[in-house]
T-cell receptor, first 112, second 112 residues
Framework: NAGVTQTPKFQVLKTGQSMTLQCAQDMNHEYMSWYRQDPGMGLRLIHYSVGAGITDQGEVPNGYNVSRSTTEDFPLRLLSAAPSQTSVYFC???????????FGQGTRLTVV | RKEVEQDPGPFNVPEGATVAFNCTYSNSASQSFFWYRQDCRKEPKLLMSVYSSGNEDGRFTAQLNRASQYISLLIRDSKLSDSATYLCVVNQGGQAGTALIFGKGTTLSVSS
């Protein structure tokens, strides 16, 4: 059972480039989320989804887009990368609001 | 006011010590409460859920006070392997209740 799989694990982008961080889960979870983690800031919610076709913004959505066309996948798109988006990104999924959230191993993104 | 606030830490304790972490949350509509553990450069993992009646898992005890919007974690007989960052986690509540909000974390260092 793979759980939550994020790709890539590491990425370096140039300012202005776009890219998509992939997230897939094989646990048939309805709920999925993206977080970024910065030193001294903790994990901050970027976007989340309560099911296929439904997404909403979190605390820090600017500069990011998401879509949820299937239950399994929840990609995060950086539209035009900026140095301020240098961070560690975590994808998470859970069965419902009362149960454990499972995290992917993270994507370490550097924007130069 | 930050939605979830934790003791700033770091906590440096000897093996065998008892240590307590505190956390407050601002959204009275929150319904789910958790403590997660995060090791250096790894993804967060669930340590335990927190219930109104309090719950215990071996050396770990969690308490929830809904009236004061306060959560605590007690670790008894600390081990070297307990060294990590402990994250207080609360769901947003309401229609966004599936999204988890994280405190910044408290770092624990247990020394021999």
């Amino acid at each position: 059972n793979a759980g939550v799989t994020q790709t890539p694990k590491f990425q370096v982008l140039k300012t202005g480039q776009s890219m998509t961080l992939q997230c897939a889960q094989d646990m048939n979870h309805e709920y999925m989320s993206w977080y970024r983690q910065d030193p001294g800031m903790g994990l901050r919610l970027i976007h989340y989804s309560v099911g296929a076709g439904i997404t909403d913004q979190g605390e820090v959505p600017n500069g990011y887009n998401v879509s949820r066309s299937t239950t399994e996948d929840f990609p995060l798109r950086l539209l035009s990368a900026a140095p301020s988006q240098t961070s560690v990104y975590f994808c998470a999924s859970s069965f419902d609001r009362r149960t454990e959230a499972f995290f992917g191993q993270g994507t370490r993104l550097t924007v130069v | 006011r930050k939605e979830v606030e934790q003791d700033p830490g770091p906590f440096n304790v000897p093996e065998g010590a008892t240590v307590a972490f505190n956390c407050t949350y601002s959204n009275s509509a929150s319904q789910s409460f958790f403590w997660y553990r995060q090791d250096c450069r790894k993804e967060p993992k669930l340590l335990m859920s927190v219930y109104s009646s309090g719950n215990e898992d071996g050396r770990f005890t969690a308490q929830l006070n809904r009236a004061s919007q306060y959560i605590s974690l007690l670790i008894r007989d600390s081990k070297l392997s307990d060294s990590a960052t402990y994250l207080c986690v609360v769901n947003q509540g309401g229609q966004a209740g599936t999204a988890l909000i994280f405190g910044k974390g408290t770092t624990l260092s247990v020394s021999s």
